[in-house]
């Protein structure tokens, strides 16, 4: 599962983001990588998913879905969200 | 890593603050004072809340402030304060902060690896609100440290 996590500048949350993603992925034993980028550098990425807050998310004009996270920090949220999202591949 | 940038001198606890301007007012200035940005760095992180919109709130109760590099950051480095009331940002979800981040970074692969720690510190139950009761930076520290060895 190839997922791009994406905020404004790819410096904080979305490092967040992408740490936490990583996390649930090696614990569910997902295979695929996490990058991070910022909105202006995400077109012509290839990625299944990606994920931001809702706000950055409604900003991103993509041909992946883009998966929006309340809260960053929530362990569960993020795993659901991405069990959801690697259920669907 | 993450306790090598954040020292007692980066952490203010029970700060006031009337609304968010402040609240990155307050962070920044940790940081000016140490010597580690210039001051058009605290602008510019305000700016980025201006045109980004409030999702610096990443998660329940706390903000993640910074800019860009070559916003004035003299080296990489981190401050926290813990605010004596709730401020709002104006995020539906995370509203309203009661601890508050500003970093700034100019060498990505050290930050990479302070923002991993300081994500195992946030993702752990309550850090939120366990880090806003403590009375001193002392106590702060010795919470981060003690999540920190557990991994």
Same mark, same amino acid.
């Given at each position: 599962?190839?997922?791009?996590?994406?905020?404004?500048?790819?410096?904080?949350?979305?490092?967040?983001?992408?740490?936490?993603?990583?996390?649930?992925?090696?614990?569910?034993?997902?295979?695929?990588? &996490? @990058?991070?980028?910022?909105?202006?550098?995400?077109?012509? @990425?290839?990625?299944?998913?990606?994920?931001?807050? @809702? @706000?950055?998310?409604?900003?991103?004009?993509?041909?992946?879905?883009?998966?929006?996270?309340?809260?960053?920090?929530?362990?569960?949220?993020?795993?659901?969200? &991405?069990?959801?999202?690697?259920?669907?591949? | 890593?993450? !306790?090598?940038?954040?020292?007692?001198?980066?952490?203010?606890?029970?700060?006031?603050?009337?609304?968010?301007?402040?609240?990155?007012?307050?962070?920044?200035?940790?940081? !000016?004072?140490?010597?580690?940005?210039?001051?058009?760095?605290?602008?510019?992180?305000?700016?980025?809340?201006?045109?980004?919109?409030?999702?610096?709130?990443?998660?329940?109760?706390?903000? !993640?402030?910074?800019?860009?590099?070559?916003?004035?950051?003299?080296?990489?480095?981190?401050?926290?304060?813990?605010?004596?009331?709730?401020?709002?940002?104006?995020?539906?979800?995370?509203?309203?902060?009661?601890?508050?981040?500003?970093?700034?970074?100019?060498?990505?692969?050290?930050?990479?690896?302070?923002?991993?720690?300081?994500?195992?510190?946030?993702?752990?139950?309550?850090?939120?609100?366990?880090?806003?009761?403590?009375?001193?930076?002392?106590?702060?520290?010795?919470?981060?440290?003690?999540? !920190?060895?557990?991994?």
């Amino acid at each position: 599962m190839r997922v791009l996590a994406v905020c404004g500048m790819g410096l904080g949350s979305s490092l967040v983001l992408k740490m936490n993603i990583e996390k649930i992925m090696e614990q569910e034993g997902i295979e695929g990588s &996490v @990058e991070v980028k910022d909105l202006s550098s995400i077109m012509g @990425e290839q990625a299944d998913y990606i994920f931001a807050s @809702e @706000e950055i998310g409604e900003k991103i004009e993509h041909p992946a879905e883009v998966i929006s996270v309340k809260n960053m920090t929530d362990k569960k949220e993020i795993k659901e969200k &991405v069990l959801a999202a690697y259920k669907k591949l | 890593m993450i !306790l090598d940038l954040l020292k007692k001198k980066n952490i203010a606890v029970n700060i006031k603050a009337d609304d968010w301007e402040e609240v990155v007012d307050e962070t920044g200035k940790l940081l !000016l004072e140490a010597d580690q940005i210039e001051e058009r760095y605290i602008k510019a992180m305000k700016q980025s809340i201006i045109d980004n919109g409030p999702y610096v709130v990443i998660g329940k109760g706390i903000a !993640l402030l910074h800019a860009r590099p070559e916003d004035g950051v003299k080296e990489n480095c981190l401050s926290l304060i813990t605010l004596a009331e709730p401020v709002e940002f104006g995020n539906k979800n995370n509203d309203p902060v009661k601890i508050a981040f500003a970093f700034g970074t100019v060498d990505n692969e050290k930050h990479v690896k302070t923002i991993s720690e300081l994500s195992v510190v946030l993702m752990e139950e309550s850090a939120v609100d366990n880090i806003a009761e403590k009375e001193s930076a002392e106590e702060i520290l010795n919470y981060i440290e003690d999540i !920190l060895a557990q991994q």
